[in-house]
């Protein structure tokens, strides 16, 4: 009788629908102009304290890598960050600071079906057929930190007070913010001045796609202002806030990741 209940208890089990367990996402994290992937390193290292799996890199342009500043535009940097979120077993979250949302953006298009969702932080994400950079990016904020070098094709860094201060603000230390600085790289004009384009994924797609924004609300680079009018036209699911300048994962690396498990958690 014993094993007559066992019998009918296993086949009840293998009659039930199999439960899959679906991965945590990995992290891929996606900077900025100016920087390299070494300004995640306090998050990443946060983040996988926690147990998740991130990944970051470096776009073209820097880093060592060779690519002449002719052939860089956007899609050649987005087509970079597919070949990492191909590379990774399950699906991925793509997070980009600043320019970096231009370039999460226009990756949807090349790889959507690799990817579980998208995050901005205090980041740019151009319609279609639009530049990231304005026409007159020098004379934003933008500008403190950068010359355009007709002769090289880049955007060569401006060291000086007022650079610290559109990108490093909230940090008070002033030999902290020339650190930083000093860390900055030339930026390839491609990828901010080519146009965004959609070719796989309809606009409708788009949209409906998981979005969600970091604001950091004391930026002099991309304004509070215009971070909400992003937000909503990206059509996001959730926004959350640092007080922050442009670049937390300086100021504040726990804080930022603490968000990103948050969303990570949500999905």
């Given at each position: ?15 039930l ?13 996606v900077?900025g ?13 946060a ?8 990944v ?5 342009g ?12 956007l899609?050649?940097a ?13 699906p991925?979250?793509?997070l ?5 949302g231009?370039v999460i953006?226009?990756?949807?298009d ?22 990231a950079?304005?026409?007159?990016i ?12 007709p ?8 060291s ?11 940090i ?12 900055m ?13 959609f070719?796989q994924?309809s ?5 409906r796609f998981p ?13 509070y202002?215009?971070?909400?009018e ?25 804080q ?9 958690r949500?999905?």
């Amino acid at each position: 009788m014993k094993f007559a209940n066992v019998v009918v208890i296993l086949l009840f089990a293998l009659s039930l629908p199999s439960l899959a367990v679906e991965k945590v996402p990995t992290i891929v994290l996606v900077h900025g102009a100016f920087f390299t992937s070494a300004v995640w390193s306090r998050t990443q290292r946060a983040l996988q304290d926690k147990g998740y799996n991130v990944v970051t890199l470096s776009l073209a342009g820097r880093d060592g890598d060779t690519t002449g500043p002719d052939k860089i535009n956007l899609q050649l940097a987005a087509a970079k960050v597919c070949k990492i979120a191909q590379l990774q077993d399950g699906p991925v979250l793509l997070l980009g600071h600043s320019l970096g949302g231009a370039v999460i953006k226009q990756a949807t298009d090349q790889c959507s079906k690799d990817l579980k969702a998208l995050v901005f932080l205090a980041a740019v994400a151009p319609s279609e057929g639009v530049p990231a950079f304005p026409a007159q990016i020098e004379e934003t904020g933008f500008g403190n930190c950068a010359k355009f070098d007709p002769v090289t094709q880049t955007f060569m860094i401006k060291s000086g007070p007022a650079c610290a201060a559109s990108f490093f603000g909230d940090i008070i230390d002033s030999d902290q913010q020339n650190k930083l600085v000093a860390q900055m790289v030339s930026e390839p004009k491609g990828i901010g001045t080519s146009q965004l384009e959609f070719k796989q994924l309809s606009a409708d797609q788009f949209f409906r796609f998981p979005k969600y924004y970091i604001h950091t609300t004391q930026d002099q680079l991309v304004p509070y202002k215009d971070q909400v009018e992003l937000a909503k036209n990206l059509g996001v699911v959730e926004t959350y806030s640092m007080n922050t300048s442009h670049c937390p994962f300086f100021s504040q690396p726990d804080q930022l990741a603490s968000i990103i498990i948050q969303i990570v958690r949500s999905l």
